[in-house]
């Protein structure tokens, strides 16, 4: 039986497979199985392995149909189990696989921990530095442990808890960057807490101007721009408080042309500290997503920061921050030239256009496959990365596939 060679793929049951056939991927009662590459069936034979194998469906493309004789690309032996992920590891011997499911419960206790933070200041005006370093303490060991596993909770962001995530988020970029640049431990942690608390003046910000879902006007920013030094008055009610947390949140909106606030401080004025967490706080910004503003992709906030050195950022800052994420973050969902959907799993620092990836989705038959990580750097993967793309372009759930990929 033939199939139409006009259709460009089709989906046929196992009874319908005839040799020459060209197949994209197989099934077995609904659930897609993992097959190393496409290829043509060769025989009957061929067949009937597969049906033993459990094979009820198939995607085939029939343009691709040759004659058995003019085959010259058998398919693979069936897997019907997915193949285990082989993990990277740090110096230390920490899986990223290992560490992430660390970081899962970690990066969840440290949200809890800000919803208690912010709660206590809006009913008390107190905090609570001592849990807040526990926490901050924590997340600097696993970046020390597995620095990919954390950042790659960045990656997924939602967007009614902005405030929570985004303080925590720079938190642990601010960690990674000071990790980077090789600074000394007992600093690290201290740039870390500062970074964890370096939005908490913005509770005291009247709520109609801090979850207002438009641009506020000039009034409202003037009033929003006071959550720096609101932050500042509430920290000093802890004298312990190391005086880097306190710079930290003093100048993280601060600008090296003297055009940022509180204090429009200038290039001379504002320290190496103050310069990363500016650039970590509008990065972070940028890439998360508010109920008045889209979630910018990784690539286009690093062109953005390139663009405003050296009047805003410090250049060699921003191309060291660069250096340190990679071109395409880990966690980062790109689509790949192939069509397949996946997340960004490991960094290549020699060639960094060609990272690890764990794809899951496949957009031309727009359906789940078996997850498999790339290395797009090996000589003969052919598929590269096309573009970033945002989990609504393609309805997908993105933190059920980021738990299945990295954590479960």
């Given at each position: 039986?033939?199939?139409?060679?006009?259709?460009?793929?089709?989906?046929?049951?196992?009874?319908?497979?005839?040799?020459?056939?060209?197949?994209l991927?197989?099934?077995i009662?609904?659930?897609?199985?993992?097959?190393?590459?496409?290829?043509?069936?060769?025989?009957?034979?061929?067949?009937?392995?597969?049906?033993?194998?459990?094979?009820?469906?198939?995607?085939?493309?029939?343009?691709?149909?040759?004659?058995?004789?003019?085959?010259?690309?058998?398919?693979?032996?069936?897997?019907?189990?997915?193949?285990?992920?082989?993990?990277?590891?740090?110096?230390?011997?920490?899986?990223?696989?290992?560490?992430?499911i660390?970081?899962s419960?970690?990066?969840?206790?440290?949200?809890?921990?800000?919803?208690?933070?912010?709660?206590?200041?809006?009913?008390?005006?107190?905090?609570n530095?001592?849990?807040?370093?526990?926490?901050?303490?924590?997340?600097?060991?696993?970046?020390?442990?597995?620095?990919?596993?954390?950042?790659?909770?960045?990656?997924?962001?939602?967007?009614?808890?902005?405030?929570?995530?985004?303080?925590?988020?720079?938190?642990?970029?601010?960690?990674?960057?000071?990790?980077?640049?090789?600074?000394?431990?007992?600093?690290?942690?201290q740039?870390?807490?500062?970074?964890?608390?370096?939005?908490?003046?913005?509770?005291?910000?009247?709520?109609?101007?801090?979850?207002?879902?438009?641009?506020?006007?000039?009034?409202?920013?003037?009033?929003?721009?006071?959550h720096?030094?609101?932050?500042?008055?509430?920290?000093?009610?802890?004298?312990?408080?190391?005086?880097?947390?306190?710079?930290?949140?003093?100048?993280?909106?601060?600008?090296?042309?003297?055009?940022?606030?509180?204090?429009?401080?200038?290039?001379?004025?504002?320290?190496?500290?103050?310069?990363?967490?500016?650039?970590?706080?509008?990065?972070?910004?940028?890439?998360?997503?508010?109920?008045?503003?889209?979630?910018?992709?990784?690539?286009?906030?690093?062109?953005?920061?390139?663009?405003?050195?050296?009047?805003s950022?410090?250049?060699?800052?921003?191309?060291?921050?660069?250096?340190c994420?990679?071109?395409?973050?880990?966690?980062?969902?790109?689509?790949?030239?192939?069509?397949?959907?996946?997340?960004?799993?490991?960094?290549?620092?020699?060639?960094?256009?060609?990272?690890?990836?764990?794809?899951?989705?496949?957009?031309?038959?727009?359906?789940a496959?078996?997850?498999?990580?790339?290395?797009?750097?090996?000589?003969?993967?052919?598929?590269?990365?096309?573009?970033?793309?945002?989990?609504?372009?393609?309805?997908?759930?993105?933190?059920?596939?980021?738990?299945?990929?990295?954590?479960?």
């Amino acid at each position: 039986m033939s199939i139409i060679p006009e259709s460009p793929i089709q989906k046929i049951t196992v009874d319908r497979l005839e040799p020459g056939m060209y197949v994209l991927s197989v099934r077995i009662k609904g659930k897609a199985v993992g097959i190393k590459s496409e290829g043509y069936i060769n025989s009957k034979e061929s067949i009937q392995k597969l049906i033993k194998a459990g094979i009820t469906d198939l995607t085939v493309d029939p343009k691709k149909q040759k004659k058995v004789e003019k085959i010259d690309k058998i398919l693979p032996q069936i897997n019907t189990k997915i193949t285990p992920v082989k993990s990277k590891k740090e110096s230390n011997g920490i899986s990223f696989d290992q560490e992430m499911i660390k970081a899962s419960k970690l990066y969840d206790g440290a949200k809890s921990l800000q919803h208690k933070i912010l709660n206590s200041l809006t009913e008390h005006k107190t905090i609570n530095v001592l849990q807040a370093k526990e926490s901050t303490d924590a997340i600097v060991d696993s970046i020390f442990r597995n620095q990919d596993a954390l950042v790659c909770m960045t990656r997924l962001r939602i967007k009614d808890e902005y405030l929570v995530e985004h303080s925590l988020n720079v938190s642990i970029l601010m960690t990674l960057f000071a990790k980077h640049l090789a600074f000394d431990r007992k600093i690290i942690e201290q740039l870390a807490l500062g970074a964890f608390l370096h939005d908490i003046g913005k509770v005291l910000v009247p709520p109609e101007i801090l979850h207002k879902p438009s641009k506020l006007d000039p009034q409202e920013y003037e009033v929003m721009k006071s959550h720096v030094n609101l932050g500042i008055e509430l920290l000093k009610q802890s004298p312990d408080l190391p005086k880097l947390v306190i710079e930290i949140v003093q100048q993280h909106h601060e600008r090296l042309d003297g055009k940022g606030y509180p204090n429009q401080l200038n290039e001379q004025q504002i320290t190496q500290y103050g310069r990363m967490i500016a650039i970590v706080d509008s990065y972070d910004a940028m890439t998360g997503e508010r109920p008045y503003k889209d979630a910018m992709h990784p690539i286009n906030a690093f062109n953005i920061l390139m663009k405003e050195t050296p009047n805003s950022y410090d250049k060699t800052l921003v191309e060291q921050f660069i250096n340190c994420l990679g071109i395409y973050p880990i966690g980062t969902l790109v689509k790949l030239t192939s069509g397949k959907l996946g997340l960004i799993s490991c960094l290549n620092k020699s060639r960094p256009l060609q990272p690890f990836v764990r794809v899951f989705y496949n957009t031309r038959l727009n359906q789940a496959i078996a997850m498999e990580e790339i290395n797009l750097s090996q000589a003969k993967q052919k598929d590269e990365i096309d573009c970033c793309i945002k989990p609504s372009e393609y309805n997908i759930n993105l933190l059920q596939f980021f738990k299945a990929a990295f954590i479960n």
